[in-house]
T-cell receptor, first 114, second 112 residues
Framework: DVKVTQSSRYLVKRTGEKVFLECVQD?????MFWYRQDPGLGLRLIYF???????EKGDIPEGYSVSREKKERFSLILESASTNQTSMYLC?????????????FGAGTRLSVL | GQQLNQSPQSMFIQEGEDVSMNCTSS?????WLWYKQDPGEGPVLLIA?????ELTSNGRLTAQFGITRKDSFLNISASIPSDVGIYFC????????????FGKGTRLSVIA
């Protein structure tokens, strides 16, 4: 089974803090994604990556950056957390092979910025 | 960009009832995916559809790829309390290696 692991289920941070959300997948997937999920807005794509050291902006990249130094790990960084970044963050991965487009999700990190 | 319109936004049903939800788009999709998200968890894939007209089942769930390629339907028969959650449709933005477009979800509540 594909496993996508997010390092924390719950995080509480203060405004202005630098926040790292970590995601690791164990299926050698090429593609990795970060979403945020807010009530009534569905899943919104923040950043994605098709390969190590590559990154692409999604629909709402402002206030975020990402890092992909190793194939299995994709980090989301909030340089200076703000209260409007309080949300559920979901990481996903997918392959470029036969089952491409099917994304496998982690359990999510619920971030509160106070 | 492409959008997926999912309806209804929410449903309250009695245990044992059948459920139907759908997803529509103004543009053609070549793949339709249906996910379920349990409360407090990440979405999990239920069914993947790859061909127009395709009808696929997974237990009590049945999904169809519309023949126009612009819609898809998910039906749940004889609902049970563990069917509670948010159901998302999704499809790739275009052919090739590309991010998914997601609908905003249908929130299902089952009353025992």
């Amino acid at each position: 089974d594909v496993k996508v692991t997010q390092s924390s289920r719950y995080l509480v941070k203060r405004t202005g803090e630098k926040v790292f959300l970590e995601c690791v997948q164990d299926m050698d997937h090429e593609n990795m994604f970060w979403y945020r999920q807010d009530p009534g807005l569905g899943l919104r794509l923040i950043y994605f990556s098709y390969d190590v050291k590559m990154k692409e902006k999604g629909d709402i990249p402002e206030g975020y950056s990402v890092s992909r130094e190793k194939k299995e790990r994709f980090s989301l960084i909030l340089e200076s957390a703000s209260t409007n970044q309080t949300s559920m963050y979901l990481c996903a991965s997918s392959t470029t092979g036969l089952a491409k487009n099917i994304q496998y999700f982690g359990a999510g990190t619920r971030l509160s910025v106070l | 960009g492409q959008q997926l319109n999912q309806s209804p936004q929410s449903m309250f049903i009695q245990e044992g009832e059948d459920v139907s939800m759908n997803c529509t788009s103004s543009s053609i999709f070549n793949t339709w995916l249906w996910y379920k998200q349990d409360p407090g968890e990440g979405p999990v894939l239920l069914i993947a559809l790859y061909k127009a007209g395709e009808l696929t089942s997974n237990g009590r769930l049945t999904a169809q790829f519309g023949i126009t390629r612009k819609d898809s339907f998910l039906n749940i028969s004889a609902s049970i309390p563990s069917d509670v959650g948010i159901y998302f449709c999704a499809g790739p933005q275009n052919s090739g290696n590309t991010p998914l477009v997601f609908g905003k979800g249908t929130r299902l509540s089952v009353i025992a």
